[in-house]
C-alpha cells in the first residue's frame, strides 16, 4: 500500500505594509512641499533695543551687519557690492518674503542704509531693521 504524502503549504500570513509606505511617503511629499525654509545670515549680532518692536512670522532673506561692517548673506561674507545680486538670487527662490536687516547696535548706519537701497534695487520692497523687544 502506498502511502500518502501530504505536503502543507504554508499561507502567506504577513500584512501587506504598500499601502501604508504609500501613505507615509505621501504624507512627507506633502510636509516638504508646504514647509517654508528661512535663509539665516550665519552670525549672531548685538541688535539694538526698541519698545515698538514687532515680531515677524513670514519667511523672510536674513542680512545681517557685524559690529566690524561685515556683511553676511546665507553663512557667507558678502562684499557691498554684491549684496543686490545675493538678494535677486534668494528672492527668486522665496518672491514672497522679505528681507530683514539684522544690524548690529555698533555698525555704521551708513552701512545699513546702503544695504537697505541694495535690497530695494534687487526688487524687494518690504525691508525690515531687527530689533530686541523691550518690556516695559
Same mark, same amino acid.
Given at each position: 500500500? $502506498? $502511502? $500518502?504524502?501530504? @505536503?502543507?503549504?504554508? /499561507?502567506?500570513?504577513? =500584512?501587506?505594509?504598500?499601502?501604508?509606505?504609500?501613505?507615509?511617503? !505621501?504624507?512627507?511629499?506633502?510636509?516638504?512641499?508646504?514647509?517654508?525654509? %528661512?535663509?539665516?545670515?550665519? %552670525?549672531?549680532?548685538? &541688535?539694538?533695543?526698541?519698545?515698538?518692536?514687532? &515680531?515677524?512670522? @513670514?519667511?523672510?532673506?536674513?542680512?545681517?551687519?557685524?559690529?566690524?561692517?561685515?556683511?553676511?548673506?546665507?553663512? @557667507? +561674507? %558678502? #562684499?557691498?557690492?554684491?549684496?543686490?545680486?545675493?538678494?535677486?538670487?534668494? @528672492?527668486? /527662490?522665496?518672491? /514672497?518674503?522679505?528681507?530683514?536687516? *539684522?544690524?548690529?547696535?555698533?555698525?555704521?548706519?551708513? =552701512?545699513?542704509? +546702503?544695504?537697505?537701497? *541694495?535690497? $530695494?534695487?534687487?526688487? !524687494?520692497? #518690504? %525691508?525690515?531693521?531687527?530689533? /530686541?523687544?523691550?518690556? *516695559?
Amino acid at each position: 500500500m $502506498r $502511502r $500518502r504524502k501530504h @505536503h502543507f503549504r504554508e /499561507e502567506d500570513t504577513g =500584512l501587506d505594509m504598500t499601502p501604508m509606505l504609500d501613505i507615509v511617503f !505621501i504624507m512627507l511629499i506633502f510636509f516638504i512641499v508646504t514647509s517654508s525654509f %528661512v535663509k539665516e545670515s550665519g %552670525v549672531d549680532v548685538s &541688535r539694538p533695543a526698541a519698545m515698538t518692536a514687532a &515680531r515677524k512670522e @513670514h519667511g523672510n532673506l536674513m542680512v545681517a551687519i557685524t559690529r566690524d561692517n561685515a556683511i553676511w548673506i546665507d553663512r @557667507h +561674507q %558678502v #562684499e557691498i557690492g554684491a549684496v543686490r545680486a545675493s538678494l535677486e538670487r534668494l @528672492h527668486a /527662490e522665496n518672491p /514672497e518674503g522679505g528681507v530683514v536687516i *539684522q544690524a548690529d547696535k555698533a555698525s555704521a548706519s551708513g =552701512l545699513l542704509v +546702503q544695504v537697505i537701497d *541694495q535690497a $530695494r534695487r534687487a526688487g !524687494i520692497e #518690504e %525691508v525690515s531693521i531687527a530689533a /530686541e523687544l523691550i518690556h *516695559q
